[in-house]
């Protein structure tokens, strides 16, 4: 197995170790915070249960449920094959990220039947949809990829 491959496996599963760890401990923890903790003025940790996808878009019920687990397990797959095509550590890191988010939310989905989002940021100009760590190391691995994408793929393979 080539090394960015190797990489993205183990940020991978730290991911995914990470994000279940925490949920595990939060869903008990905020149970005895119904209402949420404010840490600072602007980022409460509460406890929110989402059935749907980024922003609640497409919440459903049993159907929707396994229609996502489903899709999110077919774009897992892929994002795997990938992984083993990666050719640079930092693609392979990305790719990674975004594995092993996709992997959290869809044992949450699996176990609890949604996902469990906990971190609230209220800014002053907007208030952004509650997410956990899953979801931070998708936007993270996403943002990896964008940038592999834009500054550092070989330009010259382009048609």
Same mark, same amino acid.
């Given at each position: 197995?080539?090394?960015?491959?190797?990489?993205g496996? *183990?940020?991978? @599963?730290?991911?995914?170790?990470?994000?279940?760890v /925490?949920? *595990?401990?939060?869903?008990?923890y905020? %149970?005895?915070?119904?209402?949420?903790?404010? &840490?600072? $003025? /602007?980022?409460r +940790?509460v406890?929110?249960?989402? $059935?749907?996808?980024?922003f609640g878009?497409?919440?459903? #019920?049993e159907? @929707?449920?396994?229609?996502?687990? #489903?899709?999110? $397990?077919?774009i897992? &797959? &892929?994002?795997?094959?990938? +992984?083993f095509?990666a050719?640079t550590?930092f693609?392979?890191?990305?790719? #990674?990220l975004v594995?092993?988010? %996709?992997?959290g939310?869809?044992?949450?989905?699996i176990?609890?039947?949604?996902?469990a989002d906990f971190f609230?940021?209220?800014l002053y100009f907007?208030r952004?949809p509650?997410?956990n *760590?899953?979801?931070? %190391?998708?936007v993270?691995?996403?943002a990896?990829?964008l940038?592999?994408s834009? /500054?550092?793929?070989?330009? $010259?393979?382009?048609?």
């Amino acid at each position: 197995m080539r090394l960015p491959a190797r990489i993205g496996l *183990i940020v991978a @599963t730290l991911a995914v170790a990470i994000d279940q760890v /925490f949920k *595990i401990n939060m869903v008990d923890y905020m %149970a005895g915070h119904p209402y949420g903790i404010e &840490v600072t $003025s /602007f980022f409460r +940790l509460v406890m929110v249960w989402n $059935s749907g996808v980024s922003f609640g878009m497409f919440s459903g #019920g049993e159907t @929707t449920r396994w229609m996502l687990v #489903g899709l999110s $397990s077919v774009i897992s &797959v &892929v994002l795997l094959v990938w +992984l083993f095509r990666a050719n640079t550590r930092f693609l392979g890191t990305g790719l #990674g990220l975004v594995l092993g988010g %996709a992997i959290g939310n869809i044992i949450d989905r699996i176990h609890f039947g949604r996902v469990a989002d906990f971190f609230d940021f209220d800014l002053y100009f907007m208030r952004w949809p509650a997410f956990n *760590i899953a979801d931070v %190391a998708i936007v993270c691995g996403v943002a990896i990829l964008l940038v592999d994408s834009l /500054f550092f793929e070989d330009k $010259s393979t382009k048609t």
